[in-house]
């Protein structure tokens, strides 16, 4: 069984392995009741988001991990893959600035992954 933490950084490194930008994972345990974790990337175009997501669904079920949920995918500028225990968010640059996750959850934990 993969555990929360181990989860996030599967789905920061498949974010990771295609280009992902200022990629931040955030511990919400405590915080949200909704999930543990964030993680948090960019990219540069809608095309490059789809080819974020496709991959990190392709890596989770690879590791027998089932998506639960996922939105935003035909738009693409800002797509949410719901885990369970960790949510990825991959938005094009300014729509993550206009959204500021991170400012929104400024109570959790950031850790910034280097890949």
């Not at 996922?70 to 949410?80: D, H, I, M, P, S």
């Amino acid at each position: 069984m993969i555990d929360n933490h181990n989860l996030a950084e599967l789905v920061a490194k498949a974010a990771s392995d295609k280009k992902a930008r200022d990629i931040i994972i955030m511990d919400l345990l405590g915080i949200s009741p909704v999930t543990d974790s964030f993680v948090i990337c960019s990219a540069n175009s809608t095309t490059q988001v789809q080819a974020i997501a496709d991959n990190i669904v392709e890596q989770m079920e690879e590791q027998g991990i089932r998506l639960l949920r996922k939105e935003g995918y035909r738009e693409a500028r800002w797509v949410l893959l719901d885990y369970g225990s960790c949510v990825a968010h991959i938005f094009v640059e300014d729509d993550r600035v206009f959204y500021n996750l991170e400012r929104l959850w400024s109570d959790a934990k950031q850790m910034s992954y280097q890949g």
